[in-house]
């Protein structure tokens, strides 16, 4: 599992495998529209390691 926060878009993605997006990912919102939840659809045919995290931060573009 990956962890990517973008700074400069204020964007963070969760990538569980680096394989092409299948439908299966339900976000759940508050009354405001907030992200509260994730379900995954078919989790126990999917191959996640909870206990393998790496979190990274992007490098902001402006100074390249």
């Given at each position: 599992m990956k962890v990517i926060f973008d700074p400069q878009v204020d964007v963070l993605r969760i990538i569980f495998r680096d394989v092409p997006i299948e439908p299966g990912v339900i976000?759940?919102?508050?009354k405001d529209g907030m992200i509260v939840g994730v379900e995954i659809l078919d989790a126990s045919k999917q191959n996640i390691n909870p206990r393998s995290i790496e979190y990274s931060i992007a490098e902001d573009v402006r100074s390249l």
């Open positions: 976000l759940d919102y508050d």
